[in-house]
């Protein structure tokens, strides 16, 4: 069985920085790729960032510059980086893994809060 498990989420000022951590079982990071979902209050879940197995990259035009994505085998866990956070950040992140260019795979986190105040 697949497990997801994030941790890192909080409340920071706008413009602070963030760490995501997702730590997945070992077998299945080894060729999964990964990725970073977000969901805000009556919003849709939409891609933040993804990363292959072999560190191919991909994110949303609104973090460019900002978020950085990685992944580390020997510790299993996939990071999101968030800089220069704006209130427009605020929402729920679910780590997501096994996806396929935009489209997410079947296995998901149980979500973190990220609360960015201005």
């Known amino acids: 069985q697949v497990q997801l498990v994030e941790s890192g989420g909080g409340l920071v000022q706008a413009g602070g920085s963030l760490r995501l951590s997702c730590q997945a079982s070992?077998?299945?990071?080894?060729?999964?790729?990964m990725g970073w979902y977000r969901q805000a209050p009556g919003k849709q879940r939409e891609l933040v960032a993804s990363?292959?197995?072999?560190?191919?990259?991909n994110y949303a035009d609104s973090v460019k510059g900002r978020f950085t994505i990685s992944r580390d085998y020997a510790k299993i866990t996939v990071y999101l980086q968030m800089n220069s956070l704006h209130s427009e950040d605020t929402a729920v992140y679910y780590c997501?893994?096994?996806?396929?260019?935009?489209?997410?795979?079947?296995?998901w986190g149980q979500g973190t809060q990220v609360t960015v105040s201005s």
């Open positions: 990363i292959t197995s072999t560190g191919t990259t």
């Open positions: 997501n893994g096994g996806g396929r260019g935009t489209e997410p795979g079947d296995y």
């Open positions: 070992k077998t299945f990071f080894r060729a999964a790729a």
